[in-house]
């Protein structure tokens, strides 16, 4: 066991763990520990063996190394991929440089990023849409083209949006994990590179829907849910039916009677408990497929949450100044 | 005239041959590694002579060999990186291509030392040629009996090969590279673990620069003690610059750790002093990505002490004042040079070559070019300088890879110490001459 100190608040963790699954260890213990002690996560995935380490969102600084060897680590790192030692005290949210290092990861995943969250399905339940919210510059600093890339469809029911896409990784490690040979990965280099399936093969496998559900962004969405509604117009209930694929249980997301769309159960840190299966996902869409369960409670990384909108305060907008503004122009 | 350990024979004519490398004295080496030393007393030699790595980052080899992990039943591996793709560095190419043998020879001994049964040189696209004739002298090598079983009739069995790559300059990074030798795209590996643990095929392995490895064999034939005699305090030895730039006689030079910078340049046994007996400017003293330093700087420390071509006394005074040896492309500049544009041309080469794992190398790249482009070309904005020092220092030991930080420094050398010319291209729009200011989204997108 480790002993570690994240923010002044200490957990005495398993040898190997992460500093980051340190810091969610303390806020699912403590429901006094700020849930922001838990570094923003946008390429690591639990479920994903080798993920992390790729988006640098999750940096913390390592202020005592160990009780062995307390010198300060002299560098701030991926908390994501960096194992506790006993004796370990970072900081995070309590670190100005942290915060300050951190905005500017976020300002660089959104040079690129196109912004076109009023046409995105993401929209709503998006990580760098709560990423932005919370670092992000109210202005861009950044006044060239943007990179642009084709939509394509990967297969019947996945829609790759490539322009929106943070590189996270995480629906290469899916598809890495989920089939046998290699069928999606990056094409190119630098800031030309792309995810891609090369030759805009679908992925034939019976669980690909699930990298619509780890992809932090709208770089992948589902076709069968394209345009139908924003995401916070949708009810969200737990429901199950007998699968013999997978566990069968899904969240829905109802609209009256109709189900808009299928998905994981996402918990509190925007990873679903479980991968589901693509008859699941795209082919139940009627309500007598399933046996709902009850409401689904949705924790963090969605506005009909309303976690975002619960003060004005947290949106960081001072609606007062902006009215005034308003009535001294005319 | 300083002591020459690598390059003393490439004059020597048909010394790429077995035949006449023997002669003078080749694969002695590997004769007394093998026949009279243990692999133990091989990595002891080396530790004492206090050899550093030649490839960048200057890491002690004896102790990156110790690191080397030994399990029981598991392929060990020694990997050459002969990917010298750090613009300004040409020094590997010339031992290579000069005395293929020389590094064979290293290979092999090194080898015995680390009890690797295979190894491999990793070696860069655009250098085919050189990989051939590193080819021919593995197979004259073979037909020897100085590699195949049991290497002059030791027990001692070893295989080496050349496997070229497809020039990608991350590749020269040691994970990219054993990713790519793997056969895989050449990301970097987030680290830890390490090579030493878990290398090539999760196998234990090293990597090193070409210059390391045939730097092995004077050390096993004058011992480790001798050689550290060489050289001043921690920067033992002789190393190979390569010199461009705007100098008299640019080319690869052997030279003994801790000649004087100002000799170095002004001297006729070697760069020969300033093309056009024009005034010196700048040197980038390791490679493109080691800051730059203004001649004041470069030929005298902070203190006003003479600064000496060893690993210490360039990186006198951190990067306020001082760089780095690096890799030893030492490019020069005379007063005609534009920093400005010379930094656009390493930013464009940086952003072309990040392999955009990691957010903040992958689109900061990309974005100080773009600024460096529009300054050069005379849109430059006047809160461009500071924009493009907080980018560096938002890149800045924020990566996966030193990739990053190779891209930052050169961005923020150049402000620190020539801010004064930056902010000429950006007020004096109109002594810019050739405006073309575009910058298409095709072009970005590299479609
Ligand atoms: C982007 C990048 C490019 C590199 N390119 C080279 C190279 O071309 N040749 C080389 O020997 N080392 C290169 N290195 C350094 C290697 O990662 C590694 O440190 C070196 O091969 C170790 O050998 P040494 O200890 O003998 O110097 C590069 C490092 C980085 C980060
Ligand atoms: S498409 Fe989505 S999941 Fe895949 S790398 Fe891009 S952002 Fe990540
Ligand atoms: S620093 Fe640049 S080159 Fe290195 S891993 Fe990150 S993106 Fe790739
Ligand atoms: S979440 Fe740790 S680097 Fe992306």
Not at chain 1, 137 to 160: A, E, H, V, W
Not at chain 1, 227 to 246: E, G, I, L, M, Q
Not at chain 2, 52 to 57: D, H, V, W
Not at chain 2, 93 to 113: C, F, V, W
Request: with cysteine; proline share 5%.
């Amino acid at each position: 066991m480790a002993k570690v100190t994240i923010d002044g608040h200490t957990i005495e963790v398993p040898d190997g763990t992460t500093i980051l699954q340190a810091a969610r260890m303390l806020v699912d213990k403590d429901k006094m520990v700020d849930a922001k002690v838990a570094p923003p996560t946008m390429c690591y995935y639990s479920k994903l063996k080798t993920s992390g380490g790729y988006c640098r969102t999750c940096i913390v600084k390592v202020t005592k190394g160990s009780e062995k060897d307390p010198r300060p680590m002299p560098k701030p790192v991926a908390s994501c991929r960096t194992k506790v030692m006993d004796g370990m005290e970072g900081v995070n949210i309590t670190s100005p440089e942290v915060i300050e290092a951190r905005k500017g990861v976020v300002e660089f995943l959104l040079i690129n990023h196109p912004l076109d969250c009023p046409i995105c399905d993401q929209a709503g339940e998006c990580h760098l849409q709560d990423l932005g919210y919370e670092h992000g510059l109210s202005k861009t600093r950044y006044d060239f083209p943007r990179r642009t890339f084709n939509q394509i469809d990967i297969g019947p029911y996945i829609k790759m949006h490539m322009t929106r896409c943070i590189m996270c990784f995480r629906c290469v490690k899916v598809a890495d994990q989920i089939t046998d040979y290699r069928v999606h990965g990056m094409l190119n280099r630098g800031d030309a590179s792309e995810i891609s399936t090369y030759i805009q093969k679908a992925i034939d496998n019976d669980f690909s829907g699930n990298i619509i559900d780890v992809c932090p962004v709208g770089a992948l969405t589902d076709r069968t849910f394209r345009f139908k509604s924003r995401v916070w117009f949708t009810k969200p209930v737990d429901a199950h039916r007998n699968c013999t694929k997978c566990s069968g249980k899904v969240a829905l997301w109802l609209k009256g009677n109709d189900i808009l769309r299928v998905t994981g159960r996402k918990d509190q840190w925007g990873e679903v408990e479980e991968f589901i299966c693509n008859e699941c996902r795209f082919e139940k869409k009627d309500v007598k497929d399933w046996t709902i369960e009850g409401p689904r409670h949705i924790d963090r990384h969605s506005v009909i949450s309303a976690n975002h909108y619960e003060s004005l305060a947290s949106l960081k907008l001072d609606i007062g100044k902006q009215q005034k503004a308003l009535s001294t122009k005319k | 005239m300083g002591k020459k350990l690598l390059i003393h024979n490439d004059k020597v004519p048909n010394i790429h041959t077995l035949q006449v490398y023997r002669e003078h004295g080749g694969y002695a080496s590997v004769e007394k590694a093998l026949k009279s030393m243990t692999p133990n007393d091989v990595v002891e030699e080396v530790k004492k002579s206090g050899l550093r790595g030649r490839g960048g980052a200057g890491f002690p080899t004896g102790m990156k060999w110790s690191f080397l992990a030994k399990p029981e039943g598991v392929e060990r591996y020694l990997v050459c990186n002969a990917d010298e793709s750090e613009p300004g560095t040409f020094k590997d190419r010339y031992l290579m291509e000069k005395i293929p043998h020389a590094l064979i020879e290293g290979m092999i001994t090194s080898s015995y030392a680390l009890g690797a049964k295979t190894s491999y040189i990793y070696i860069r696209g655009e250098y085919f040629y050189v990989a051939r004739i590193l080819e021919k002298a593995i197979e004259e090598a073979y037909a020897a009996g100085l590699l195949g079983k049991n290497i002059l009739g030791t027990d001692f069995s070893h295989d080496c090969y050349v496997q070229v790559g497809g020039g990608a300059y991350i590749c020269g990074e040691e994970t990219a590279l054993l990713e790519s030798l793997e056969g895989k795209r050449g990301n970097p590996r987030i680290k830890p673990p390490f090579p030493a643990i878990a290398g090539l095929y999760g196998c234990p392995t090293v990597v090193n620069n070409v210059e390391t490895i045939a730097a092995v064999c004077p050390i096993v034939m004058m011992g480790g003690d001798e050689y550290a005699k060489i050289g001043v305090g921690r920067s033992t030895g002789t190393k190979l610059i390569s010199a461009s730039g705007h100098i008299n006689k640019p080319g690869v030079y052997e030279i003994e750790l801790g000649l004087p910078v100002e000799e170095f340049i002004y001297s006729d046994e070697y760069c020969g002093g300033i093309i056009n007996g024009r005034k010196l400017k700048a040197v980038i003293a390791g490679g493109s990505s080691v800051p730059i330093l203004p001649a004041e700087l470069i030929l005298k420390n902070d203190k006003g002490e003479p600064r000496l071509m060893t690993y210490e006394s360039l990186s006198e005074g951190g990067f306020a004042t001082g760089t780095m040896l690096g890799s030893g492309g030492f490019m020069v500049y005379d007063e005609t040079t534009s920093i400005v544009k010379n930094l656009y041309t390493l930013a464009r080469f940086y952003h072309h070559e990040s392999c955009g794992q990691c957010s903040p190398c992958r689109e900061g790249t990309g974005w100080m070019e773009k600024i460096l482009h529009r300054i050069v070309e005379g849109h430059g904005k006047p809160s461009d300088i500071d924009l493009l020092w907080d980018i560096q220092r938002k890149i800045e030991g924020n990566t996966i890879c030193p990739l990053g930080d190779a891209a930052a420094w050169p961005v923020a050398s150049a402000i620190r110490h020539f801010r004064a010319e930056f902010e000429e291209y950006i007020n004096n729009p109109s002594k810019i001459k050739d405006v073309k200011h575009y910058y298409s989204v095709n072009q970005l997108a590299g479609a």
